[in-house]
């Protein structure tokens, strides 16, 4: 009886002991957990860490979206702090999931680890779908990249992106931007994992013109959206030069896929 209540105190008193122990905590302030970043944007890792036991070891590491890891950090600290704090920034990488993982180490090996997934997108919104006809035509010969709408001739030119600008009976697919959009021919540019910056750099790097002449099949085009900060890119599908869905002697079609940076 007397060794059971003794082993019953020791055992409690070590309970006690644990759960007294006191708890490194990391606390991310940047980047959001879970949150999107363009790619080649530039942004801060920060976080802080606390323990009373005092720190030992800070570890940070970077995942990329192809799987390959590498050490951004290891350091020693030998006055074995109670607080750390650690702010550096890095550069987004390619489109795809990154993960930074912090790992703390107290005076007496205890480690704690947090993880911070970034996604790193390209900056575009969502593919959509554009046409034109001959302007000469009884279909509608203007695009508004904008609004992502066809406009018709008494719409203000103010909206008109893409306007097809050939003569009677010749149909080339070429246009011209009625308002201060301009563009530039990429067919360099990857059109499906392309960045706003890359596209900034392709624009940055051409001489843009607010006219584009006999677009063909698999043509990229970055444009420059009235002056903003808005680009497009924008990929040609198909230039119908025979195209007879107006029932008239000016047939003509272009049809184009385009993605607006966010």
Not at 24 to 51: E, K, R
Not at 61 to 85: C, H, M, N, R
Not at 172 to 188: E, I
């Amino acid at each position: 009886m007397v060794v059971a209540a003794f082993a019953s105190v020791f055992s409690s008193c070590e309970k006690d002991d644990d759960t007294n122990d006191p708890e490194t905590v990391i606390a991310v302030t940047s980047p959001t957990d879970g949150g999107s970043q363009v790619s080649g944007t530039t942004i801060p890792l920060t976080f802080t860490a606390n323990s009373d036991n005092g720190l030992k070891r800070v570890v940070v590491k970077f995942k990329s979206a192809i799987g390959v890891e590498v050490t951004k950090l290891d350091t020693l600290l030998a006055a074995q702090p109670t607080a750390f704090s650690f702010s550096r920034n890095y550069t987004v990488g390619s489109v795809g999931t990154e993960t930074y993982t912090i790992s703390v180490t107290d005076k007496k090996d205890n480690i704690v680890t947090r993880s911070v997934n970034v996604k790193s997108i390209t900056g575009f919104d969502v593919e959509l779908f554009g046409k034109f006809y001959h302007i000469l035509g009884t279909k509608i010969g203007a695009y508004d990249l904008i609004k992502n709408e066809e406009r018709i001739i008494t719409d203000s030119d103010n909206d008109k992106d893409m306007v097809n600008n050939d003569v009677a009976g010749v149909f080339t697919g070429g246009w011209v931007a009625k308002n201060s959009t301009l563009f530039v021919k990429a067919n360099g540019f990857n059109y499906n994992t392309g960045t706003i910056n890359d596209a900034k750099n392709v624009y940055s790097a051409g001489l843009p013109k607010n006219n584009m002449a006999l677009p063909v099949n698999g043509d990229i085009y970055v444009a420059k959206l009235r002056g903003t900060e808005t680009y497009a890119i924008i990929k040609i599908i198909a230039n119908d030069l025979l195209n007879d869905e107006c029932g008239c002697t000016n047939k003509g079609k272009l049809t184009f896929n385009f993605r607006k940076s966010l």
